[in-house]
């Protein structure tokens, strides 16, 4: 167990549709990254967030965005849902910069 | 720009063998490389990371790795194979776009231990 939550495990939707992945750091990490993981991209980057601020974008498309709130949790929204976005979605959590990521259980999203 | 090459897609090696799953990478600036092994349906496990130091790495579950500049590569590696290291492992390289720290994963190397 590495300490990160993700919710809910998994979530089948429809296309066009609007979903939110939550994710809880581990105690005391103050930054989260969020990666997508499929079979045709592998693990890519999304976006990470360092104690409520955006710190850095990867290969997010404009229907999705996130957030972190005070209390360091992160949300995750995907909108306008495609059948290419079905995926998994991890949620990790680090405390500084140059360590290692820890990485929740993920939420595996089924766009029908 | 920051990458990873993972040359092997599918490494396979018999109980009890010492096992190696290659990693290459490229990055400007001093390299911050990890590996993490995901078993199925389940996240990524942070196993080990160089930062600096000794080019000798250990990790988790008796795995170490060996960083090699010249070559630039950070080979995982274990003297002798289980069949429970039969999982997907990732080489990553930390972002070097400075502020950042998020990661650049190889498209995994599947190991398989024979019994």
């Known amino acids: 167990d590495s300490g990160v939550t993700q919710t809910p495990k998994h979530l089948i939707t429809a296309t066009g549709q609007r979903v939110t992945l939550r994710c809880s750091p581990r105690?005391?990490?103050?930054?989260v990254y969020w990666y997508q993981q499929s079979l045709d991209q592998g693990l890519q980057f999304l976006i990470q967030y360092y104690n409520g601020e955006e710190r850095a974008k990867g290969n997010i498309l404009e229907r999705f965005s996130a957030q972190q709130f005070p209390d360091l949790h992160s949300e995750l929204n995907l909108s306008s849902l495609e059948l290419g976005d079905s995926a998994l979605y991890f949620c990790?959590?680090?405390?500084?910069?140059?360590?290692?990521?820890?990485f929740g259980p993920g939420t595996r999203l089924t766009v029908t | 720009a920051q990458s990873v090459a993972q040359p092997e897609d599918q490494v396979n090696v018999a109980e009890g063998n010492p096992l190696t799953v290659k990693c290459t990478y490229s990055v400007s600036g001093n390299p911050y490389l990890f590996w993490y092994v995901q078993y199925p349906n389940r996240g990524l496990q942070f196993l080990l990371k160089y930062i600096t130091g000794d080019n000798l790495v250990k990790g988790s579950y008796g795995f170490e790795a060996e960083f090699n500049k010249s070559q630039t590569s950070f080979h995982l590696k274990k003297p002798s194979a289980l069949v429970s290291d039969s999982a997907l492992y990732f080489c990553?390289?930390?972002?070097?776009?400075?502020?950042?720290?998020?990661?650049?994963f190889g498209t995994g190397t599947r190991l398989t231990v024979i019994p």
């Open positions: 990790a959590s680090s405390v500084g910069l140059g360590n290692e990521q820890y």
């Open positions: 105690s005391g990490d103050l930054s």
């Open positions: 990553a390289v930390r972002a070097d776009q400075t502020g950042a720290n998020n990661l650049f």
